[in-house]
């Protein structure tokens, strides 16, 4: 073995990554070339410093902006292709007016415009003393309306008006049990791994909810995919949830779990423990 094919292998010794045959050849040709020798004390020192750089965390949101710029290139890629007509143009619009998720909105608008002309004409008309009661009452129904338009937009073939649908759970106070274990339907089923990401995070803001951290607990070993299962692994520190502790232990012992999640898993569970 030559200077040239010792500096090759140098760092493949240094990892113990060398059969024993080449090891040999190695080490035999160090033990007799001192220019080697030193060059691989200067490799072994970068080395060492390199291990010790402490590497950035990547936002908590770099995996949906990754998606969503993605969906966003792919949607602009489909335009480029195909350049539509004035006619298919005016049909995309009529069509687009007359979408179910359209009429949703439009009906979901009028209610709330309806509610809030009624209530306006009926409190100005009739100023009695439960005047608050009845302010509530509305607000209910508001709050009703709201829910059943975050039902009816989760249950859409379209991957964004679900992305939408989980947004607007975030003008709702408070959710009740059908708008969480619909929620927990799309964390745990979705096809779209961004609307799952995007999920997972509403969740998290209605933590305080009483099946919302029981659900989470339930939905680790209901994931197959690695950036859902980080995720779902920083959630349990973030909360502080030592009931994740087991269930991140089946998931560490299953085979198809990806190399880089059962890191995250084991220091999940040394954060926790």
Same mark, same amino acid.
């Given at each position: 073995?030559?200077?040239?094919?010792? @500096?090759?292998?140098?760092?493949?010794?240094?990892?113990?990554?060398?059969? $024993?045959?080449?090891? $040999? #050849?190695? %080490?035999?040709?160090?033990?007799?070339?001192?220019?080697?020798?030193? %060059?691989?004390?200067?490799?072994?020192?970068?080395?060492?410093?390199? @291990? =010790?750089?402490?590497?950035?965390?990547? /936002?908590?949101?770099?995996?949906?902006?990754?998606?969503?710029?993605? %969906?966003?290139?792919?949607?602009? #890629?489909?335009?480029?292709?195909?350049?539509?007509?004035?006619?298919?143009?005016?049909?995309?619009?009529?069509?687009?007016?007359? $979408?179910?998720?359209?009429?949703?909105?439009?009906?979901? /608008?009028?209610?709330?415009?309806?509610?809030?002309?009624?209530?306006?004409?009926? !409190?100005?008309?009739?100023?009695?003393?439960?005047?608050?009661?009845?302010?509530?009452? !509305?607000?209910?129904?508001?709050?009703?309306?709201?829910?059943?338009?975050?039902?009816?937009?989760?249950?859409?073939?379209?991957?964004?008006?679900?992305?939408? #649908?989980? =947004?607007?759970?975030?003008?709702? @106070?408070?959710?009740?049990?059908?708008?969480?274990?619909?929620?927990? =339907?799309? !964390?745990?089923?979705?096809?779209?791994?961004?609307?799952?990401?995007?999920?997972?995070?509403?969740?998290?803001?209605?933590?305080?909810?009483?099946?919302?951290?029981? @659900?989470?607990?339930?939905?680790?070993?209901?994931?197959?995919?690695?950036?859902?299962?980080?995720?779902?692994?920083?959630?349990?520190?973030?909360? %502080?949830?030592?009931?994740?502790?087991?269930?991140?232990?089946?998931?560490?012992?299953?085979?198809?779990?990806?190399?880089?999640?059962?890191?995250?898993?084991?220091?999940?569970?040394?954060?926790?423990?």
């Amino acid at each position: 073995m030559n200077c040239e094919q010792a @500096g090759d292998k140098m760092l493949d010794w240094l990892n113990n990554q060398l059969q $024993a045959d080449e090891r $040999a #050849a190695f %080490e035999m040709h160090l033990n007799q070339c001192p220019d080697c020798q030193a %060059e691989l004390q200067a490799t072994r020192k970068l080395w060492e410093a390199m @291990g =010790s750089v402490n590497v950035p965390n990547p /936002s908590h949101n770099l995996p949906i902006q990754f998606y969503t710029m993605l %969906e966003t290139f792919k949607a602009d #890629a489909r335009k480029k292709e195909h350049k539509p007509t004035v006619w298919e143009t005016l049909r995309k619009g009529i069509e687009e007016i007359f $979408a179910p998720r359209n009429v949703v909105r439009l009906a979901y /608008s009028l209610c709330v415009l309806f509610v809030g002309l009624v209530g306006g004409y009926w !409190l100005n008309d009739r100023r009695t003393p439960d005047y608050k009661e009845q302010i509530e009452v !509305l607000s209910a129904q508001v709050q009703d309306m709201n829910q059943k338009v975050v039902l009816s937009l989760l249950q859409n073939s379209s991957a964004n008006e679900r992305l939408r #649908a989980v =947004s607007y759970t975030k003008e709702i @106070g408070d959710v009740d049990e059908k708008v969480v274990d619909a929620l927990f =339907s799309t !964390l745990n089923n979705d096809s779209n791994v961004n609307v799952r990401l995007v999920t997972l995070e509403a969740l998290v803001q209605l933590a305080d909810h009483p099946k919302v951290r029981e @659900g989470l607990v339930h939905s680790i070993l209901k994931q197959d995919t690695p950036l859902v299962q980080a995720a779902l692994a920083d959630v349990m520190v973030k909360l %502080e949830e030592k009931r994740s502790i087991k269930p991140l232990q089946r998931l560490l012992e299953q085979d198809n779990v990806d190399i880089i999640v059962k890191t995250k898993i084991k220091e999940t569970i040394k954060a926790l423990s």
